[in-house]
């Protein structure tokens, strides 16, 4: 019918040239951003496009609608090849091929993907229109996205039901079947469904280190400021809300909400941002408060689908924010404190050491005498009173277990990890090539530290030029001196505690069981939080929060809420940490909730020292 | 509108302070130097001022340690020109450093004319707060110190100074310009600037050096000093320990000790 593949011509031609002219511009856009590399371990990266687009892992996450998705996409996958394979025949008539339900098996194929897509629409609308959970986008953008799919599938359906009873009818279902998609097409790109078409790519380009931070620059404000990368981010998102729902600073009220900054960015990539009504994108579209408001803690990156980057962005957007010196002023006072004295107290770096004179021994200065662990024992623990009962247990416990170690005394200084993620990239620079200096000036085979933050810089911001073959944090030694027998453990200790998994620890470095390992080790019982390992509601304290002032507007501060979840754990009256902020803040929370006497915050280190007896 | 600032470095109470052998001064070899506070404010008021006026800002320093640090940060900031005067002895007075600034300032071609000159108020190092009161003296321009909130009627050629008084009072000045001034606070914090920015204007700006003017042998100072020394603590602070209700009740003994319950 030659008349009909005129028409389809038409159609097709229309479709794909508004699909086309949509998709261009954004290449466009994305070519004039800033590069980033990202076409690295290609094998990797076909591995989490095989993880998290084909098999939908992080959607599966969340049960019901996770699996009701997954089928969606495969019914999705398989209507597109059905659909290619008869545009083809259809433009083409004169092939020697027939259409693809007329082939058996693939129009059983059809039928069983066309119904379960159809039971699975259902769960999908009965979610979004009764259940919602919160921070989902429920747009009329998503109710037609919703209907066209529900058209596709029931059309294809209609249209092999009907093919010998009615083959008129199957025709025009064909039609029908064939429009829609072609409407579809022509849409997507328009719609937030370009997640359908960007997800894919935007997992294939996801960071293989999460916790990376952008090379250094001098941040972003403007479109083409921003790599290509986090572009992307807003293209790719879905506004499925999982960021919002696992982020810390969206819980505890605060201005941020990773998933209106990613809906921010599409609109910035879209050229749609407020740009036009001479309004400023950082500033007044992605306001400072919103922007100051990120602890870093990763949950968002964790928990996105379509494996988007909200923490780079916004470090992108703070760095422009420190260029113009606009910023809290406690932070500002803690930068003006690091850049002078290499740690944000303000105190000498005379000081720094003064912990030690509570040992009865002296720890070897590894500047002066070789050593075999160089123990990098950061700010929170050498500076903060509340921190020295912790700081001086692990040193006893490192004493007791007969270890070779020693410390850089005033040689050490802030190791930069919050400053670089406050956005002060000079600054950060700066901290790093004074540590170098000393540890270039020093004798030791490995870095062990007490601090989660010192270990993501030391580990994946300093080398390759840190002098030392491994980085370690505490409690991996620990468990390596447990596992070989060389820690000499006295007691049990029979006790229920729970576990406090640092974002640094964790989700930055997946170190999840050296710390339980210990515990288990010294005889204590585990009570998990239902937020536990990449799940850990983080403590505030991140990415210089931990210098700045709470928002005037807070529901709860993370800490506190982290209290309260362990606090409600039965029979558990202790709660285990592994980071001196995290030692701070639960402190601090627990006296502002009235919790002291009925929950204690402790360091591990010194529940080993109490097993070593 | 040129505004001058006069900076001045301080020995940092940061770091722990030593005696110097003979017991009459600072030990330098310990001793950090940082700007002084005030002086700092000064200049972010001067900031201020050249953001909201034309104005062009020069800074003026005495040589010290770590004194260029100070220097291009105030250029990072947004001074437009550094100048730092080099070549005198350490230790000078109060009343030589304000001459030094004084005769600095009306001999070396290049600085003058000035509209206005800002300086910090006090200086840990001169607490009687002269160095200002004497440049002006010097240089035959009013003074007014202690000032918390600043602006410039540039037309009539005016500064509007604002004094905090006890018991709530303010004060409104206006002063001929041009006029020493002695800023106590700034309208805002000094500002934060990135160490990246800091490090570019090391590469691509300078500090002039100026020789010190010579001075009049002032002869023999009427005030030396006799001794340095650091204070004895008086007393100590006792600490309560123990349970609440321990703490409580020791804290009600004390009061009653002392006839306060």
């Given amino acids: 019918m030659p008349n009909e593949a005129i028409y389809l011509w038409i159609l097709t031609l229309t479709a794909f040239g508004l699909f086309g002219r949509r998709v261009s511009r954004y290449v466009r856009v994305l070519l004039a951003a800033r590069p980033e590399k990202r076409w690295d371990r290609v094998g990797r990266r076909l591995r989490l496009v095989l993880v998290n687009v084909l098999g939908q892992r992080r959607l599966i996450e969340e049960p019901v609608v996770g699996v009701a998705h997954l089928v969606i996409f495969w019914s999705f996958v398989f209507f597109a090849a059905s659909f290619f394979w008869n545009l083809v025949r259809g433009l083409l008539p004169f092939l020697p091929i027939p259409y693809a339900d007329e082939v058996p098996w693939m129009s059983a194929a059809l039928a069983v993907s066309g119904v379960a897509g159809l039971l699975a629409l259902s769960v999908a609308a009965v979610r979004r229109y009764f259940f919602p959970p919160p921070r989902l986008e429920k747009s009329k953008d998503a109710s037609i996205i919703l209907g066209l799919i529900a058209v596709v599938l029931l059309s294809s359906l209609a249209g092999q039901w009907f093919r010998t009873s009615a083959p008129a009818v199957s025709r025009a279902m064909w039609w029908v079947h064939m429009v829609t998609v072609l409407g579809f097409l022509a849409y997507l790109p328009y719609s937030k469904h370009l997640h359908l078409l960007a997800s894919p790519f935007g997992v294939f380009f996801a960071s293989l280190q999460p916790g990376k931070l952008p090379e250094a620059s001098s941040g972003a404000a403007r479109r083409e400021e921003f790599t290509w990368r986090q572009l992307f981010s807003g293209l790719a998102c879905a506004e499925c809300g999982r960021c919002d729902r696992s982020c810390p600073a969206f819980q505890s009220g605060s201005a941020l909400s990773p998933k209106m900054l990613m809906h921010h960015m599409k609109e910035l990539a879209r050229g749609t941002a407020a740009g036009h009504t001479g309004a400023v994108f950082v500033g007044d579209v992605i306001t400072r408060e919103e922007i100051w408001a990120c602890t870093s803690c990763l949950a968002c990156m964790e928990r996105c689908p379509v494996m988007n980057e909200h923490v780079p962005v916004l470090i992108e957007m703070r760095r422009h924010l420190i260029g113009e010196g606009d910023m809290d002023e406690s932070l500002q006072q803690a930068l003006k404190n690091l850049t002078r004295y290499g740690n944000s107290f303000g105190a000498a770096p005379r000081a720094r050491p003064k912990w030690t004179q509570q040992l009865d021994f002296s720890i070897k200065d590894a500047r002066k005498e070789p050593v075999h662990y160089l123990w990098f024992v950061g700010d929170y623990c050498s500076y903060d009173p509340r921190v020295a009962a912790a700081t001086c247990a692990a040193a006893r416990v490192f004493h007791k277990a007969g270890v070779d170690f020693g410390i850089l005394y005033e040689g050490e200084h802030n190791s930069g990890n919050d400053v670089r993620l406050a956005g002060e990239e000079g600054l950060f620079e700066s901290l790093r090539d004074k540590n170098r200096n000393s540890f270039a000036r020093a004798h030791f085979n490995e870095i062990v530290t007490t601090d989660p933050h010192s270990f993501q810089a030391l580990k994946h911001e300093y080398p390759p030029e840190n002098g030392a073959s491994s980085v370690l944090h505490h409690t991996q030694l620990l468990r390596q001196w447990i596992v070989n027998g060389d820690l000499p453990l006295r007691r049990k200790l029979h006790m229920k505690v729970t576990y406090h998994d640092p974002c640094y620890l964790g989700r930055y470095n997946a170190i999840f069981e050296a710390p339980r390992h210990v515990m288990a080790a010294l005889g204590l019982t585990l009570v998990e939080m239902r937020r536990n390992r990449t799940y850990a509601y983080c403590c505030g304290a991140g990415g210089g929060r931990i210098w700045m002032e709470d928002p005037p507007v807070f529901k709860e501060r993370p800490a506190v809420t982290r209290v309260r979840e362990a606090a409600a754990l039965e029979g558990v009256r202790t709660l285990v940490v592994v980071c001196p902020k995290d030692l701070v803040m639960f402190q601090d929370a627990i006296k502002t909730t009235g919790l002291e006497g009925r929950l204690e915050v402790k360091e591990l280190s010194e529940l080993v020292e109490q097993a070593m007896g | ?261």
């Fill in chain 2, 1 to 261: 509108m040129h505004i001058l600032v006069l900076l001045k470095m301080v020995p940092d109470v940061v770091e722990e302070l030593e005696i110097a052998p003979g017991g009459k001064a600072l030990d330098l070899e310990y001793l950090r130097m940082i700007l002084s506070e005030s002086d700092d404010h000064a200049l972010e008021e001067a900031l201020v001022l050249k953001e909201r006026h034309d104005a062009r800002i020069t800074v003026l320093a005495l040589d010290a340690p770590e004194v260029d640090d100070a220097l291009f940060t105030a250029l990072a900031k947004g001074a437009d020109r550094a100048i730092k005067i080099v070549g005198m002895d350490a230790g000078l007075s109060t009343r030589q450093a304000a001459r030094v600034f004084s005769q600095t300032i009306a001999h070396e071609p290049g600085i003058l004319p000035v509209d206005l000159i800002l300086t910090g108020v006090q200086a840990i190092d001169d607490l009687d707060g002269l160095i200002a009161p004497l440049v002006a003296d010097d240089m035959g321009l009013p003074y007014l110190g202690i000032i918390t909130r600043l602006d410039l009627d540039a037309p009539k050629h005016l500064a509007l100074a604002v004094k905090e008084y006890p018991g709530a009072v303010r004060g409104e000045f206006e002063v001929n310009l041009p006029a020493v001034l002695g800023m106590q606070a700034a309208e805002k914090p000094p500002r934060y600037v990135p160490v990246a920015k800091v490090r570019a204007t090391m590469k691509s700006r300078t500090v002039d050096c100026l020789p010190v003017p010579t001075l009049a042998d002032g002869g023999w100072p009427a005030v030396q000093v006799v001794e340095m020394r650091r204070n004895e603590p008086a007393g100590h602070a006792e600490m309560l320990e123990g349970a609440p209700t321990q703490v409580s009740e020791r804290l009600c003994g004390i009061l009653a000790e002392h006839g306060l319950l």
